[in-house]
């Protein structure tokens, strides 16, 4: 597992690398490479571990748990663990028109995916459903992806480097998504421990250390919009895409843990975290980061208790 989720963040980072720097190079806007392009790259290993538990659940049965808990514990991590990590080493903001677009985009996506989760099964169609309002949310992004701004900063990577880094990620990002799966189906059952708990905290924390590192790369270098769009898309992306790619693969039986645990505290952080982002304009201040950090410990240490 450990080999497994080294791979995932290995492969992701390669694929963001070689999608930001061909992105640059069409001068498309920071917000636009975050909410759109780097967060496709950085839940690569979400969506392709939701596909291939899927895979395995319409196969033999089990595998489920995973497909849904690690979106879901991934989307967590990145809204409570990766943000008030980030706003610890730095100022991390947003204005008032971006984040109407994040809230909405954050909260609606919720919404949608708690509504289609609530009878405790996501069918084939509530999947298409899900994939469907992504694809919207994307269009609607399209429509201010161009950036004024000088792209000198990436003309060092040539475009014969750049898709070798997406080419060599996505090869990594196979093995490593094959190897989490396998290693982690047997953990739950070695440990008699739930799919959907080890996914939702194991694979949650460990899927989400490309946004992790990247969100932290961009901040240092004073790129708020990658780092900020990046987190935010990647978790709109994680409750809209990778369940609907895996329910439309196979019908996903929703634990209650899930529905009443799991989902409410996705609420809870990312309305804390728009909270605290729209009454700080300037930004974020470490003791933010601290109070986000200190739920989010508090919730693992809860789930794995229940």
């Not at 080294?6 to 992701?12: Q, R, V």
């Not at 409570?80 to 909405?104: E, F, H």
């Not at 996506?109 to 069918?123: K, Q």
């Not at 201010?144 to 070798?164: G, M, P």
Request: aromatic share 8%; hydrophobic share 55%.
């Amino acid at each position: 597992m450990l080999l497994g989720l080294a791979g995932l963040g290995g492969s992701a980072e390669l694929i963001v690398r070689g999608a930001s720097a061909l992105a640059r190079r069409f001068a498309l806007s920071d917000t636009f490479v975050g909410l759109a392009i780097l967060s496709v790259g950085t839940d690569l290993p979400e969506i392709a571990i939701a596909v291939d538990a899927s895979i395995r659940s319409l196969a033999n049965g089990g595998g489920g748990g995973v497909a849904l808990g690690s979106a879901i514990g991934s989307s967590i991590a990145q809204i409570s663990l990766v943000l008030g990590a980030v706003s610890l080493i730095g100022v991390l903001y947003a204005s008032r028109r971006a984040l109407k677009l994040y809230g909405t985009g954050l909260i609606g996506s919720w919404v949608l995916l708690f509504v289609v989760a609530l009878n405790g099964e996501m069918t084939r169609l509530e999947g298409f459903v899900l994939i469907a309002a992504y694809a919207g949310f994307f269009l609607l992004l399209l429509k201010n992806k161009n950036s004024t701004e000088d792209t000198e900063e990436d003309a060092s990577v040539s475009a014969r480097w750049a898709w070798l880094m997406l080419i060599s990620g996505f090869a990594l990002l196979l093995v490593a998504t094959e190897l989490t799966v396998i290693s982690v189906l047997s953990l739950a059952n070695t440990y008699q421990i739930s799919e959907a708990t080890i996914s939702v905290i194991i694979l949650g924390v460990g899927s989400s250390l490309p946004e992790l590192s990247l969100s932290t790369w961009a901040l240092l270098r004073k790129r708020t919009g990658l780092s900020l769009g990046n987190l935010m898309g990647s978790n709109i992306l994680d409750t809209l895409l990778a369940p609907g790619l895996a329910a439309l693969i196979s019908p996903i039986v929703v634990e209650q843990a899930t529905l009443w645990a799991d989902l409410p505290m996705l609420l809870l952080v990312t309305t804390l975290a728009l909270g605290f982002l729209w009454l700080c304009p300037k930004g974020l201040k470490r003791w933010h980061g601290l109070i986000i950090l200190a739920v989010y410990a508090t919730y693992g240490f809860a789930r794995f208790a229940l």
